[in-house]
Each structure stands twice: as C-alpha cells, then as structure tokens.
C-alpha cells in the first residue's frame, strides 16, 4: 500500500514548486473524467432527430387511434358522442366565448393556485425552522387534505356569493396539501453534510435558507407544481359548476351546455380545458429544465 | 513531539496550551430509546498548533464524535473544549473551522469554482481580516484548473473530494477537520489523494484533527496517531510518527514506518489489556 503511495507521490515531487502553497500535479495523474470525443454536429443532430421520430410517430399514432375510435363511437352514437367536426364547428363560430370562458377558467385557476402556493411556501419555510409550529399545523393540514375540497365549494358559495372568491378559495384548497408538503419536505432534504459545513461557519438561518435549502427544495416544489397545476384546473371548473348561470367560465358554460343538451359546446369547452392543461404543463417542464439542469431528474417530462 | 501530548486524567500546565486544540476530561453521553452510551468517557487531548493529528479506532469508539464536538456539530455533556483559546462558538463565528466531511457534500447546481467560494458568503462579517488567495490559483494548485467551471455531476468522486478539500482551505481557517474524508474512494484514488493532502499540508501547515479507519493512512499522514477503543470511548494510546518529513518515498517504504504500522495495530487489537 505504502510503496503504491510513493510511486504515485514521486512523480508529482518531480513537478516544480513554484508557490510556497502550490501543488502541482500533473493533470495526466488526475482522474479527470474522459469525454467523450463524439461524432461531429451534424450527425449527431441526425441521430438525435432520428431519435425525436422514435419518440413521436407513436405518440401520434396513439392521437390518431384514438381520433378514429371517438368518430367510430360517434357515429354509433349520435347522442352521446358529437362527431369531430361538430365540435370543432361549434368552437370557431363563437370563439369569442370560448376564450371569454377560458380566460376566466385560467384566472381563477392562476389566482387560486399562486396564492395557494405563497401560503403554503410561506408556512413550508416557518414550519421547517419551528418545530412546535410544524406540530401545531400538521394535524389541520392533514384535516384539510382528507376532505374533498370539492365537497367545500357549494358551502363557501353560501359562504362568500356567487363572485369570484369562493373559486379562488376552491381551488387553493385542492393543492395546497401537496404543496406544502412537498415543500416541507424539500426544505428539509438539503444535504446534512453541507448543512454540518454551513454550520461550522456560524451561517445564519436566513443564508443556510437562500444559499442551501431553497435550492435543494427546487426539485420538490417543482413536482409538486407538476401534479398541482393541473388538479387546480380541476377546482376551478368544479367551483363554477356550483355557480353556473351567474359567472362565465368553462365549468359553467360546460354545465349549461349539458342543460340542453348541446353537446358540441360541451366538448368544445372539454377541449379548451385540455389545453390549458397542456399549455400549463409544457410551461412548467420548460422552467424545470431551466432551472434543475443539475438535477438528475431534471428536464424531464 | 510526543511530550506534547497527553493522555488520561492529567492535563499538565502549559504555557502554550491555548495554542491548539485542547480537550480536557471531555464525555459525551448518547440517550437513546434502548438506553444510553457512553460515546466518549474522559477524553483529554492536547493538538498544538500546526500538528496533524490522526484519531483512529474501530466503530462506536467515538473518534468522529470527538470531531463533531471539536466543529461544535455535537454538544458534549462533561469537559472543556478549546481551539487556541477560544470556545468552540466564538471558533465558528471567527470562521476558524474548516470542515472536510465525509462525502464531497458539494452543491450540485454550483460549478466547482462556485463551491469552493461557498463558505466566504455565509457569515459574511467574519474573517473578512484574512488576505485570501485567489480561489482561481487555489483550485489550479489542487489540481483542478480544469475543472473550474464544471458542475461536481461531471466530475469523478476522487476529483470531488479534492474540491471538498480545496474548498476548506479556501477561506483559510485556523483548524481542519477531516472525518474520514477519503473512505468512500476507491484504494487507488485514496492514495493518490492521499499523497496529495500531505503535499498540502506541507506547504501550508494547518492544524489538522484527522479520522480515519486506516492504519496506514494515519501513520502516513500524522505527527501523532490518537488510538482510541470503543464503549466507552477512550484514548488507549497515543502514538507520536517521528518519521522525517516531507514523507517521500524512502520514508514510507522505511523499517521505521512498517514497524509503526505494526505497533498501532497492536494498540487497536487490545494491548491496552496486556497487563491487566
């Protein structure tokens, strides 16, 4: 063992000192981790489009299968399923009011959710410093995630009118479980041995914060905000089913569409709030990759 | 260099004894569900300044508590514990500690450069007396110039440490902690690293409280070996390394250094019993 370290260590004495605290090691020696010299741009650009196709050609596929089947059932049954076209006919006559509703839908989702979020962050960061607060609100969360918050909608109707509060209130009650804990959670899973040198430096809680575990609770948040964006679309549309007729939305058009029976405008709307959802989600996968390229998991849909 | 150590119940008077780090009868007390241990049981150890000292002894013996007591990680229930004159708070809030964990424990979205200057923005009042070397140079002279702008993801785990280690003496503390920071590598990348951290310390003699496992490693590295011995942790023996430094070739492959490695190795096996 000892005769290893001396052949190893000799060579490196060779090297001339320079600086009274230099090393020098001849960066041969380093365990530097070899790159890959790779094939040139262009064929890489090929190889990574041939690998997109392998991606897509079955994703289209599957939309296609599925286009056939729903004209297949449509056509079976005319009063269940409206054909392709009728939808798409119904959506550009009037696409005034179906962005009208969509941009209700989407405020009252953004609204409900972003100030769900803030909460939930802000109550994440003091709960994850002071353990009696944690242990104060823990059961109250717990409460509050077991009850459908759907359920609570007619009730904070009554409670707040027919205007736009009690859609915000839904819809920040569907997430905000998720979000907290997962924020929580993020907080706490920065490295302990960093934390341990962070502590040796008599860092303070608000840099060990910015410098140590906001950065390490990105990940958690961000999976979070992956499955609570869509969940909020969600409490929207289902907090303005409780007050159809009086607000625009799509939840509410969707429910007076399905009063009469007009089918098209019901799947119209379906389809706007599937897109949305899309939208959303490709937002926030790209601000991911943005910001966790670190991240192992990072980037990834 | 052996004298200025102490083993035991006494810790003599000396003129200099705030110019290292002292523990005097120290004992730690773990309270667990099964019961208590006895993690540490009357540990009194004097580190002079500039001394590399290496604890070593088999799991529970509580060398690395020891340490994490030294950067104030882990209270201590009997005993004083001082680095060069100063509680083990007032070292902390001076930045006079410089930690090497166990893993790199590098910020994955920070570029190596960016991880080396971490420890100058926390307490960012402190230490700010010291005259810093460029971490540019720093990094080059670890043998990492290369790796400036890379993120640890893209480096090997024995070039990681090197920047654990790099990033210790970046903001120039007056104690180093090493808790056994080569034992994830492999036995070729240890050594390697090894042969470099007493190149360091050669030039730029730190005062040094080293954990390991290894036998060799300590001989190799140390100017006093702590062999300790487990429930409760004790100090068994302290082993002064008079060999000669630098440690080149001929000193490690020497009579001398085999039959240190040999007398430590006694001292773990139980010689303390031999007597009694």
Not at chain 2, 12 to 20: F, S, V
Request: glycine share 8%.
């Amino acid at each position: 063992m000892a005769r290893n370290l001396l052949t190893r260590s000799r060579a490196s004495d060779v090297a001339p000192v320079t600086d009274a605290v230099a090393l020098p090691i001849p960066l041969a020696q380093a365990p530097v981790k070899v790159v890959e010299a790779g094939p040139s741009r262009r064929r890489r650009l090929g190889r990574m489009a041939r690998g997109k196709a392998r991606v897509w050609i079955p994703a289209v596929l599957g939309i296609a299968l599925a286009c056939v089947a729903w004209e297949i059932g449509a056509v079976l049954n005319p009063y269940l399923l409206p054909r392709g076209y009728l939808v798409f006919e119904s959506l550009f006559s009037d696409p005034l009011f179906y962005l009208q509703n969509a941009a209700m839908t989407l405020e009252v989702t953004l609204v409900g959710f972003t100030s769900s979020f803030l909460i939930a962050f802000v109550l994440a960061v003091i709960m994850a410093h002071i353990k009696f607060v944690e242990r104060m609100l823990m059961p109250l969360v717990v409460i509050l995630k077991v009850t459908p918050g759907i359920a609570i909608a007619p009730a904070l109707v009554i409670a707040f009118g027919f205007g736009t509060l009690p859609k915000y209130v839904v819809t920040g009650l569907m997430v905000f479980f998720q979000l907290l804990v997962s924020t929580l959670i993020g907080l706490r899973s920065a490295d302990p041995q960093a934390m341990d040198i962070a502590k040796t430096l008599k860092a303070s809680k608000l840099e060990i914060l910015f410098r140590l575990r906001l950065p390490y609770s990105l990940p958690f948040i961000f999976s979070a905000v992956k499955v609570c964006l869509p969940v909020s679309v969600i409490g929207a549309v289902v907090a303005e089913f409780s007050t159809a007729g009086f607000q625009r939305g799509l939840g509410s058009a969707i429910q007076m569409a399905a009063t009469l029976s007009n089918l098209p405008q019901v799947y119209a709307c379906i389809l706007c709030l599937a897109v949305i959802g899309l939208v959303m989600s490709w937002l926030v996968a790209r601000a991911e990759s943005r910001l966790l390229s670190w991240h192992p998991a990072g980037g990834r849909m | 260099m052996s004298s200025t150590l102490t083993a035991g119940g006494s810790a003599p008077a000396r003129p200099d004894e705030d110019d290292g780090i002292v523990f005097r009868h120290v004992g730690k007390t773990f309270v667990t569900e099964d019961g208590t241990t006895r993690a540490l049981d009357d540990v009194t150890l004097t580190i002079e300044r500039g001394q590399f000292v290496t604890l070593i002894g088999p799991s529970g013996c509580g060398k690395s508590t020891l340490l994490r007591i030294a950067a104030g990680l882990t209270g201590h229930d009997e005993g004083e514990v001082s680095l060069f004159g100063q509680s083990v708070q007032a070292a902390q809030a001076s930045k006079n500690i410089g930690l090497v964990p166990q893993s790199p424990a590098l910020l994955p979205w920070r570029t190596v450069l960016g991880n080396v200057t971490l420890p100058q923005q926390f307490n960012r009042r402190a230490g700010t007396d010291r005259q810093l070397r460029d971490p540019v140079e720093l990094l080059e002279s670890f043998g990492l110039g290369e790796a400036i702008k890379k993120r640890p993801a893209q480096l090997s785990g024995g070039m990681q440490q090197r920047v654990s280690i790099a990033r210790a003496f970046a903001f120039d503390p007056a104690v180093l902690l090493m808790d056994e920071p080569f034992s994830a590598l492999d036995e070729f990348t240890r050594e390697m690293l090894r042969g470099e951290l007493l190149q360091i310390w050669q030039r730029n003699r730190k005062t040094v409280l080293f954990v390991t496992h290894s036998v060799s490693e300590a001989v190799a590295l140390s100017d006093v070996v702590v062999v300790m011995s487990a429930r409760p942790g004790r100090i068994r023996a302290i082993v002064p390394i008079d060999l000669p430094r630098p440690r080149d070739e001929s000193v490690l492959v020497s009579g001398k250094f085999h039959e240190l490695e040999d007398r430590i190795r006694f001292e773990l096996k139980g010689g303390w019993n031999r007597g009694s």
